[in-house]
């Protein structure tokens, strides 16, 4: 039998260490918002909304290399590169932006999670909810970066439970294959709404800033490396990994969420269930279409993937604040050396667990905060994209004209929709 150190070696030495942040990234962006989200395109539209991921894809991945290029060159996070190449007010109307959305999201997370756990263990949802917060927060402060961003990575093997849930239901894969190139739907401020809402929970601000900061906890936790704007002769191995690490990890994203739409789509809308406001009650309509092992599958994921995001929305937002106001920040720095940081992350935690003891439901506010987030993107995108083409911020490391076409396609594409959703019906 294998000793804890010869088990711990071994996890050390796997493949699914030595991935970078655009693993739990793209894990992160299937958070419980994602998979109400994905639920409600599937039921609402069926087949038809499938195509949004594999568009969603290379946008997504070009501009999540972008921001991980951002912090790799410069060793520094997103929101303080924008401090220095832009006016006070667009800092702070970004980060603003940010912590709404993120407040919102964390609320509906945390409550779907604790829903979730009462359906599958039993007990108070209230009280598991008040225990999960306490219990994300409490791992950031307390574990060192580099032992926790391990354990992230291994819980997103949980997603791979929405390509089990398809296992348990029939599929007809040519009529997928065919709605996905050429979909049937009216362009019309419904749809509109939901593409919104999918590219918004797809294509998020929080994701660009937690990549960006990541790398930059990365390269501080290995002693050795420097920046590439004073190391150039690292930059070829360091962007090149960057490109296989974010690629590969939005790839899992983006067929997770195929996957989520995919089962919703052959389940729900098959069954004329079309309007789904929670996760949790995606979960709860596959019990009596696919089985009692179907709806634990889509549980554990969601379960799994909130384990992920939920310290990501959190840890993007102190990471945003913190650098915006010039305080330490880091989760691999102690909480006496970076109080502000973890202050934050305490806060928005609590604050997401009190907006779901109010009156404002926020499992209601959930798809809109993904509507939120689209437009949000749109600007912050272009913010990202403009501190990639200079020098004085990157040096000869801007990004390439191909991640730039893609970045600014994303811009144009979200800015249309988000534009289609003021058509009158």
């Known amino acids: 039998m294998l000793s804890l150190r010869q088990i711990r070696q071994r996890l050390a030495k796997h493949p699914l260490a030595r991935v970078g942040p655009g693993l739990v990234t793209g894990a992160a962006d299937d958070d419980p918002s994602g998979i109400a989200t994905y639920s409600q395109a599937g039921a609402q539209f069926g087949l038809n909304m499938l195509w949004t991921t594999v ?79 306490g219990a994300s927060p409490a791992a950031q402060v307390f574990v060192p970066y580099h032992s926790y961003v391990r354990f992230l990575k291994w819980v997103t093997l949980s997603l791979l439970s929405y390509a089990a849930v398809l296992f348990t239901v029939h599929v007809p894969w040519s009529e997928v294959a065919l709605r996905t190139i050429v979909p049937r739907m009216s362009f019309d401020a419904a749809t509109a709404t939901v593409v919104v809402g999918v590219f918004g929970t797809t294509i998020s601000p929080y994701l660009f800033f937690w990549q960006c900061s990541e790398e930059v906890e990365d390269l501080r936790a290995q002693r050795d490396q420097r920046t590439l704007i004073e190391d150039g002769a690292a930059a070829p191995r360091e962007l090149r990994r960057i490109r296989w690490d974010t690629w590969s990890g939005m790839l899992y994203s983006n067929l997770t969420a195929f996957f989520i739409i995919l089962a919703t789509a052959v389940t729900l809308h098959v069954a004329g269930v079309t309007d789904i406001e929670t996760a949790t009650q995606a979960a709860q309509a596959l019990r009596p279409l696919a089985g009692d092992f179907a709806f634990h599958l889509f549980a554990l994921g969601i379960l799994g993937v909130g384990a992920v995001g939920v310290p990501v929305l959190a840890g993007s937002a102190a990471y945003a604040i913190a650098e915006a106001l010039g305080w330490p920040a880091g989760l691999e720095s102690r909480a ?90």
Not at 75 to 96: D, E, H, K, T
Not at 108 to 114: H, R
Not at 395 to 420: D, E, K, N, P
């Open 336 to 425: 006496a050396d970076a109080r502000g940081f973890y202050g934050v992350i305490a806060v928005s935690m609590i604050a997401g667990l009190g907006l779901g003891f109010t009156s404002i439901n926020p499992i209601k506010a959930l798809f809109y905060s993904a509507v939120i987030n689209g437009v949000v993107a749109v600007p912050l995108i272009a913010l990202i994209l403009l501190l990639a083409m200079r020098p004085s911020v990157l040096g000869a490391h801007t990004a390439s004209r191909t991640s730039l076409v893609l970045g600014w396609i994303t811009v144009l594409l979200m800015a249309a929709a988000s534009v289609g959703m003021l058509i009158p019906a």
């Open 55 to 133: 568009v969603s894809y290379p946008l997504m991945a070009a501009v999540q290399s972008i921001c991980a290029r951002i912090g790799r060159v410069t060793g520094q996070g997103l929101a303080l590169n924008i401090r220095q190449a832009f006016p006070a007010w667009v800092l702070y109307s970004a980060v603003g932006l940010l912590l709404l959305a993120n407040t919102i999201n964390i609320a509906a997370d945390v409550a779907t999670m604790g829903d979730v756990l009462a359906l599958m263990v039993g007990g108070n949802r209230h009280l598991l909810t008040v225990a999960l917060v």
